[in-house]
C-alpha cells in the first residue's frame, strides 16, 4: 500500500529520532572500537546496531524503550568483549583472527590466497583501489 496513515510517518519520524539520537550517544559512550570493525564481533555489533534501529523505527511491534534496551544490551555485550580480549590472550584468540600475509615483495602468495579463498584479481582490485598501479609497487598485503 503507498499510504496508511499520518500517524504511521510522524512515529517514523519520531522514533527514527529519537533512535538516532539514541545510537549516536551508545557509540560515543562506548567508543571507536564498535565501529572499526577490527573482527567478526565488531562487524556483528555493527549490523545488529543497523538491524535495531530499524526495527525500532519501522516496526510497531517493537516500543523505543524495547528497542533502546536491545541497543543498550548490544553496547554491553561489545564493551566485555572489548575488555577480555584486551586482557586475556585466549579471548582475543577466539574472537580475532591472526593476520595474514597474501602479497610479499610484489608477490602474490597462493597458498594464503587459497587458505582464506580469495582471488588473485580479488587482490590486485584491493590494491588498485588503494591507488598502486601494480603489484610490483607492493611490499605486503596483510589480511
Known sequence: MFFDSWYDLIRILTIGILAYATIVVVLRLTGKRTLTQLN?????????????????????????????????????????????????????????????????????????LDKHRLSESAVRQAIRMQGIGGLDKVGAVVL
Open 40 to 112: 567478526a564481533f565488531d562487524f556483528i555489533i555493527t549490523v545488529a546496531l543497523g538491524s535495531t534501529m530499524a526495527s525500532i523505527m519501522l516496526s510497531t511491534d517493537v516500543s523505543y524503550s524495547e528497542g533502546l534496551l536491545a541497543i543498550a544490551l548490544l553496547a554491553a555485550l561489545q564493551l566485555i568483549v572489548a575488555f577480555l580480549s584486551s586482557r586475556i590472550p585466549s579471548f582475543r584468540r577466539f574472537f580475532t583472527s591472526a593476520p595474514a600475509l597474501l602479497v610479499e615483495d610484489g608477490r602474490q602468495l597462493k597458498g594464503a
